[in-house]
């Protein structure tokens, strides 16, 4: 899907639900993949402002902020970021704002509180990822294979229907076809950005498994 494409379509999705955390994310990326970087941090910024718990939000708006040659935001981005990511088990965004700040000489912040832990409380309870709070768990994963794995040991009943609400709107706005293997990979992508997880953490957890 063309980025301009891309582009126009999460402008119009952002215009039309503007307290929508995950359009605004989207939009920052498509943007921040067309090169407007100015464009792409403060669409980030919003979404941040919707969803303070977005860790990807955090890790791109760092990566625009530095491109802009904005060091000192940039460190307080991250910063907040890392712990935000921290605290919500958010693996790989922890590890690159890390990374993000070594690169601008700056301290990673010490984190001492735990992350989510996704075992269950109970036989049907789960502690979700993406609120760090028990929830009743799936009752079969979503979909086959390891995405569809990793999302029934990690988030709730609760959170998969607000995806599914979530996700419903990408498709209508996106228009995507299922049986056209790029836009699947459209709406994957989509998913796995809401929900804050990445392929590198799916991989992983499927090797684990």
Do not use: C
């Amino acid at each position: 899907m063309e980025t301009d494409n891309r582009i126009a379509q999460w402008e119009n999705m952002t215009q039309a639900d503007p307290d929508n955390s995950m359009g605004w994310l989207s939009l920052g990326t498509a943007y921040r993949d067309a090169g407007r970087d100015q464009e792409a941090a403060d669409a980030l910024k919003r979404a941040i402002e919707i969803d303070e718990g977005l860790s990807r939000a955090y890790q791109l708006l760092g990566q625009m902020l530095i491109q802009l040659e904005r060091a000192d935001e940039a460190a307080d981005v991250l910063t907040r970021g890392y712990t935000t990511a921290a605290e919500r088990g958010d693996v790989m965004p922890q590890r690159a704002m890390g990374s993000l700040l070594e690169k601008i000489d700056r301290p990673v912040p010490s984190v001492s509180a735990a992350a989510p832990s996704a075992e269950p409380v109970d036989g049907d309870t789960i502690i979700d990822r993406r609120t760090g709070r028990p929830g009743a768990r799936l009752p079969d994963p979503p979909m086959r294979g390891p995405v569809g794995q990793f999302i029934y040991d990690h988030f709730s009943q609760d959170t998969w229907r607000e995806w599914i609400a979530m996700g419903t709107k990408v498709i209508n706005e996106l228009r995507l076809d299922f049986s056209n293997p790029e836009h699947q990979d459209v709406y994957e992508q989509q998913m796995m950005e809401w929900l804050g997880i990445s392929r590198e953490e799916v991989d992983e957890h499927a090797k684990n498994s």
